[in-house]
């Protein structure tokens, strides 16, 4: 069975229409909240994606609102990841290997980390971001990466139908 790990790309097409948002919508319509995974991080970068949205007038202040009371409720149903002093201090060789940031590197160490516990247990992780280069690393890392913005229905129904 797959499980899903969310990166904020991901996650803000759920609260602001963008290429990629309605597959978003099916993706967390369909599957069971507990087979989705979140960085606690991943809520602070997305109130300053909202904000920043705000700020520039591309969604309203009740739209802002809206989105944050929708995406607290729905993201701490999810499985919540914490970032412990052990997980940046890990990331670090992540950011020299793949030249990528450090939140990108916190995201793809914890997705590892994750992917070898649910591969112990028969399943497998699936990093949903639509982040490139952060895709590219998982990648290059033998993880198994949708991207909502160049996807299609059939790859996502794949995905979910993995028992």
């Known amino acids: 069975m797959n499980y899903f790990l969310f990166d904020t790309s991901a996650l803000a097409k759920r609260y602001v229409p963008e290429v990629g948002t309605p597959l ?3 993706l967390l ?13 991943a809520f602070g970068e997305l109130v300053s994606f909202l904000v920043r949205k705000k700020n520039s007038g591309q ?8 989105a944050l009371a929708d995406s607290r409720s729905e ?21 020299e290997q ?14 590892l980390n994750i992917a ?3 591969r112990v247990l028969g399943h497998d992780l699936v990093l949903v971001t639509s982040d490139i ?3 590219n690393s998982a990648q290059s ?16 129904e794949e995905l979910i139908s993995i028992q």
């Open 24 to 26: 978003i919508n099916h």
């Open 29 to 41: 319509n369909t599957v069971s909240k507990q087979r989705m995974f979140v960085l606690v991080l």
């Open 59 to 66: 969604i309203s202040r009740m739209s802002y609102l809206q």
């Open 75 to 95: 993201m701490t149903s999810m499985v919540i990841q914490s970032v412990s002093d052990d997980l940046v201090w890990k990331s670090l060789s992540l950011i």
């Open 98 to 111: 793949y030249s990528i940031n450090a939140t990108d590197a916190i995201i793809l160490r914890s997705a």
């Open 116 to 118: 070898d516990t649910l």
């Open 133 to 135: 280069r952060l895709a």
């Open 141 to 156: 890392s033998k993880l198994v990466v949708w991207n909502p913005e160049k996807a299609d229905q059939s790859s996502l």
